[in-house]
């Protein structure tokens, strides 16, 4: 299994180094500066310094890669493998929506009039897209994934809530990147939320009603 892992490391690698490398290439072009948060409609609501720009291309994505490194360590009943391939998609996911808002800003800054604020929700549905992915097999464990009081009562609840909330995730996050270049981006903002929102309260609820069926059980035989 740990031969199939070298190209997610590979590519895991190759995000952690563009936006370092694409803010040295661009350093001089560069104004003071940068757009470093954006709203729901894809527009810059926050900034800071050039210099200050290491920190978000540079320290933000390798702690992301170094804490999802050393996570599974830290689980108590060792249920978080991170020498499998699905955890490695997780991996890779989360430091790709690190150095592509990142890279995002750089861009911005260089292209303030492009147009291109549609970007960051393509970027944030392609991670929610992976992230489902990566939920419909995760194993019971204290730090990732659907953690309900019911899921972490019983591993049965748990495998059921990921296996279809992992799907939600899945077609919530093509939905978000897909409309993002249809729809106006007027919409966005409210479609979005109700996506996010939408998909987080039905697993809550999904994984109780799961429970309950679980305890409903013994007294039907």
């Not at 500066?33 to 050039?50: A, I, M, V």
């Not at 296996?163 to 093509?174: A, D």
């Amino acid at each position: 299994m740990k031969k199939n892992l070298l190209p997610w490391q590979i590519l895991t690698l190759v995000l952690l180094a563009l936006p370092s490398l694409y803010l040295a290439l661009s350093w001089s072009a560069l104004p003071e500066q940068l757009p470093t948060h954006f709203g729901l409609d894809g527009r810059p609501n926050g900034f800071t310094s050039r210099a200050n720009m290491w920190w978000m291309t540079l320290a933000l994505p390798v702690g992301v890669a170094l804490l999802l490194t050393v996570l599974p360590k830290l689980d108590p009943k060792r249920r978080l493998d991170g020498s499998t391939a699905n955890f490695q998609k997780l991996r890779l996911a989360l430091v790709g929506l690190v150095s592509g808002l990142a890279c995002y800003s750089i861009y911005m800054a260089l292209h303030p009039g492009a147009g291109s604020d549609r970007g960051v929700l393509v970027l944030l549905g392609v991670s929610f897209a992976f992230l489902g992915n990566y939920l419909t097999t995760v194993q019971p464990n204290y730090f990732v994934g659907i953690r309900t009081p019911w899921t972490l009562e019983s591993a049965t609840v748990w495998a059921r809530t990921h296996r279809v909330g992992g799907i939600l995730f899945f077609v919530s996050g093509l939905a978000i990147a897909g409309l993002a270049l249809l729809l106006p981006m007027a919409w966005m903002k409210t479609i979005v939320l109700v996506l996010i929102i939408g998909t987080a309260v039905f697993c809550y609820a999904y994984s109780f009603v799961v429970y309950r069926q679980q305890q409903r059980l013994p007294e039907s035989m």
